[in-house]
């Protein structure tokens, strides 16, 4: 009768061997299975905040952004163009914006969180056109008593620069201030109330 050796340190190492091979198998066939589970870049796309750099924001400049499929304006309105917002009041239909969708951070005659720096979604409020920054005052084609705003070429619906609607034009109410806050003094967070 022969005996065999059995070689305990060989089996053993076949046995990690084996045992680690088979551990990163499962692992790579579990990542398509893993990555199916997670939302699509679109999905993504929609509700995520955007980020905005307002660093070389010169006064009177807009820029536009993306949020959720629809654009966003971010406005560094001059000073002078702070003052004029008052002189509006009457021509309004909503002055102290009590309609209008925004967060209570931009509930000031500014609605923004700071004076200089306006951010609205650039959909009108009648029909969702997309209206004209018009930043010259009394234009022919807007009249002496335009101070500048947002003209909605669609029906004619007249924002001004805070966004709120001017009485008898077919938009029902001021333009809408999305979520946001402030990351840093040049940059801010669109589509999140709040830090963290």
């Given at each position: 009768?022969?005996?065999?050796v059995v070689d305990n340190d060989?089996?053993?190492f076949l046995t990690q061997t084996a045992t680690v091979v088979g551990a990163v198998g499962?692992?790579?066939?579990?990542?398509p299975f893993i990555q199916s589970m997670k939302p699509s870049a679109k999905a993504e796309a929609l509700g995520a905040p955007v980020e905005v750099d307002i660093s070389?924001?010169?006064?009177?400049?807009?820029?536009?952004?993306?949020w959720r499929g629809k654009p966003v304006?971010?406005?560094?309105?001059?000073?002078?163009?702070?003052?004029?917002?008052?002189?509006?009041?009457g021509q309004l239909l909503d002055p102290k914006s009590e309609q209008s969708v925004q967060p209570d951070s931009s509930r000031n005659p500014h609605r923004s969180i700071r004076p200089e720096v306006f951010v609205a979604l650039g959909v009108c409020t009648h029909l969702g056109c997309s209206p004209?920054?018009?930043?010259?005052?009394?234009?022919?084609d807007l009249g002496s008593d335009?101070?500048?705003?947002?003209?909605?070429?669609?029906?004619?619906?007249?924002?001004d620069l805070a966004g709120r609607?001017?009485?008898?034009?077919?938009?029902?109410?001021?333009?809408?201030?999305?979520?946001?806050?402030?990351?840093?003094?040049t940059r801010i967070a669109i589509g999140s109330g709040e830090a963290g």
């Open positions: 009768m022969t005996r065999e060989k089996r053993r499962a692992g790579l066939a579990s990542i070389k924001l010169e006064p009177g400049q807009l820029v536009r952004v993306l304006w971010v406005l560094k309105r001059p000073e002078e163009t702070l003052a004029t917002l008052p002189k509006l009041t004209l920054y018009r930043p010259e005052v009394a234009p022919a335009w101070l500048g705003g947002f003209f909605c070429p669609c029906h004619g619906s007249r924002f609607v001017y009485k008898g034009v077919p938009a029902p109410s001021n333009l809408e201030i999305p979520p946001y806050y402030y990351m840093s003094d």
